[in-house]
């Protein structure tokens, strides 16, 4: 069974970081591009990151270029999102999700992390 | 960048069909995929390819693409599909999700 988990979310000031993870079982994580999708708390869904297998590819939504890395430990199964100078805006629940056919998200997505940026 | 046009909501009643669309520049040359959100759960892709079912998703959901609109139908319709589906496409690095519709079935 496929499962995503991810973790690292939490409460932090304006202008501060923090590194979100996403635990991969149940398949050859090694074999998939990965993506972080984002939801604002009564918003839709907003993509933030996609990183290919081998991280050869990275892209970014504009929102976060610049403040966001994405990365993963294919060793590890996990993926990252290391979130830097947040911004009250960056509230959102974090979703890790599987790619298909190397362009955004498909089938499964992990039950996300819940980040808020507040003073 | 670009963007994805959808009605904010849909209202139906049971049995009837339900069409929701999505329109955008890069729908006329580009995929599209739909996915299903209840409230407190994670997305679900309940179309691909404009109109590939993945496995497990009922014979009721379909898709179908016309210029720069696609179209999520869902044929007699249920309570358990009142949800918000949100369309997404991909076209070189830019990756968008539509902004949101939602399905009322009552």
């Known amino acids: 069974e496929v499962q995503l988990v991810e973790s690292g979310g939490g409460l932090v000031k304006p202008g501060g970081s923090l590194r979100l993870s996403c635990a991969a079982s149940?398949?050859?994580?090694?074999?998939?591009?990965m993506n972080w999708v984002r939801q604002a708390p009564g918003k839709g869904l907003e993509w933030v990151s996609s990183i290919s297998s081998s991280s050869s590819y990275i892209y970014y939504a504009d929102s976060v270029k610049g403040r966001f890395t994405i990365s993963r430990d294919n060793a590890k199964n996990s993926l990252y999102l290391q979130m830097n100078s947040l911004r009250a805006e960056d509230t959102a629940v974090y979703y890790c999700a599987t790619d298909y056919d190397s362009s955004g998200p498909g089938v499964y997505w992990g039950q996300g992390t819940l980040v808020t940026v507040s003073s | 960048s670009y963007e994805l046009t959808q009605p904010s909501s849909v209202s139906v009643s049971p049995g009837q069909t339900a069409r929701i669309t999505c329109s955008g520049d890069?729908?006329?040359?580009?995929?599209a995929r739909w996915f299903q959100q209840k409230p407190g759960q994670a997305p679900v892709l309940v179309i691909y390819k404009d109109s590939e079912r993945p496995s497990g998703i009922p014979e009721r959901f379909s898709g179908s693409s016309s210029g720069t609109t696609v179209t999520l139908t869902i044929s007699g319709a249920q309570v358990e599909d009142e949800a918000d589906y949100y369309c997404y496409s991909a076209a070189d690095n830019n990756r968008v999700f539509g902004g949101g519709t939602k399905l009322t079935v009552l």
């Open positions: 149940g398949f050859t994580f090694s074999s998939y591009s």
């Open positions: 890069v729908l006329a040359k580009k995929y």
